[in-house]
């Protein structure tokens, strides 16, 4: 699952964050990147927006590769340990 997040990271950063369960972390990477991008449209405040972009592009890659991911809310609802029944 984290590998996923990343790859899904790399392409709408902030996304892949709210999948291993940093949910305000992954709304601010969003909210920041789509601030960058979107400054990085116009002509002299693309200085702020590139920087910007990239490096919360970047951070969001770092916060999921540094994540615990088999500790969040979200895969332990996915992966439920299963009972095992008992043989008479």
Same mark, same amino acid.
């Given at each position: 699952?984290? *590998? $996923? +997040? @990343? *790859?899904?990271? *790399?392409?709408? !950063?902030? @996304?892949? %964050?709210?999948?291993?369960?940093?949910?305000?972390?992954?709304?601010?990477?969003? @909210? $920041?990147?789509?601030?960058?991008?979107? $400054?990085? +449209? %116009?002509?002299?405040? +693309? *200085? /702020?927006?590139? !920087? =910007?972009? @990239?490096?919360?592009?970047?951070? #969001? =890659?770092?916060?999921? +590769?540094?994540?615990?991911?088999?500790? %969040?809310? /979200?895969?332990?609802? /996915?992966?439920?340990? /299963? !009972? #095992?029944? #008992?043989?008479?």
């Amino acid at each position: 699952m984290k *590998i $996923l +997040a @990343i *790859i899904i990271n *790399i392409f709408f !950063p902030g @996304i892949g %964050t709210m999948i291993v369960g940093k949910i305000g972390t992954g709304i601010a990477q969003l @909210i $920041l990147y789509i601030i960058g991008f979107g $400054l990085s +449209a %116009t002509g002299v405040l +693309a *200085i /702020v927006g590139i !920087p =910007l972009a @990239i490096g919360v592009w970047i951070w #969001s =890659l770092v916060s999921v +590769a540094k994540s615990d991911a088999e500790n %969040t809310v /979200v895969i332990r609802e /996915v992966v439920r340990e /299963v !009972p #095992s029944e #008992s043989k008479n």
